[in-house]
């Protein structure tokens, strides 16, 4: 069975510029989810997608990031323009029922995001 | 504000050694815990939830609502057992929950 898998796993670009995160859930898991981690910081929570519908998204830091889950397959989150402090791993993951979403959730391996 | 605290950073025992790893959480009501692991090169998995009671890899992990909190033991260490662990509460909202929320990790070592 095929995991989260994200894209890419590393991403270096400068301030300013634009980067596109992209996460793949397991088939047939409805939730998807937007984590990341800072340097020395916990992971914290960004949003949470119920098929094509944004459940939450109490967590996106400011109006510089825009999630997509297009069709309730595949996410995008789109940092424009980045900022030093957007650099961390981003992670996905994804989990089955609706009723308790986070029964297990699955995990991809991250995308680590580097702005210089 | 809802709170996970992992006191520890990192924890190093020795192997066959006793290990409990603590949390404690800040919440009213009544959440639903988990465990998550992160073992090196290898993505961040489940390792416990509390409402199933199962024990994993030797680990249980025992509620303590007066004391809110939600320690993860395992009476034997071992070398395998080296990993991030995280604690991860989520909220229940009349029957849906919440997200996760993670605590900041604690890094367990078991020497040989």
């Known amino acids: 069975e095929a995991g989260v898998t994200q894209f890419p796993s590393h991403s270096v670009i400068e301030k300013g510029q634009t980067v596109t995160l992209r996460c793949d859930p397991i088939?047939?898991?409805?939730?998807l989810y937007w984590y990341r981690r800072v340097m020395g910081k916990e992971i914290k929570f960004l949003l949470h997608?119920?098929?094509?519908?944004?459940?939450?998204e109490s967590g996106m830091p400011n109006n510089r990031f825009l999630a997509e889950r297009t069709g309730g397959t595949y996410s995008t989150l789109k940092v424009q323009p980045a900022e030093l402090e957007d650099s961390g791993v981003y992670f996905c993951?994804?989990?089955?029922?609706?009723?308790?979403?986070?029964?297990?959730?699955?995990f991809g391996s991250g995308t680590q995001l580097s702005v210089l | 504000a809802q709170r996970v605290t992992q006191p520890e950073k990192l924890l190093s025992v020795f192997k066959g050694a006793p290990v409990e790893l603590k949390c404690n959480y800040s919440?009213?009501?009544?959440?639903?815990l988990f465990w998550y692991v992160q073992y090196s090169r290898q993505r961040l998995q489940l390792l416990l939830r509390?409402?199933s009671r199962e024990s994993i890899k030797g680990f249980t992990a025992d509620l303590n609502k007066g004391e809110t909190s939600f320690h993860l033991k395992k009476p034997f260490a071992q070398e395998e057992d080296s990993a991030m662990y995280y604690c991860?509460?989520?909220?229940?909202?009349?029957?849906?929950?919440?997200?996760?929320?993670f605590g900041k990790g604690t890094k367990l070592s078991v020497k040989p």
């Open positions: 919440y009213s009501g009544s959440p639903e």
């Open positions: 997608f119920v098929k094509e519908s944004k459940q939450d």
């Open positions: 991860a509460p989520a909220m229940n909202y009349g029957g849906s929950q919440g997200n996760l929320i």
């Open positions: 509390h409402i």
């Open positions: 993951a994804s989990s089955q029922g609706a009723r308790r979403p986070n029964e297990k959730l699955f």
């Open positions: 088939s047939g898991h409805d939730n």
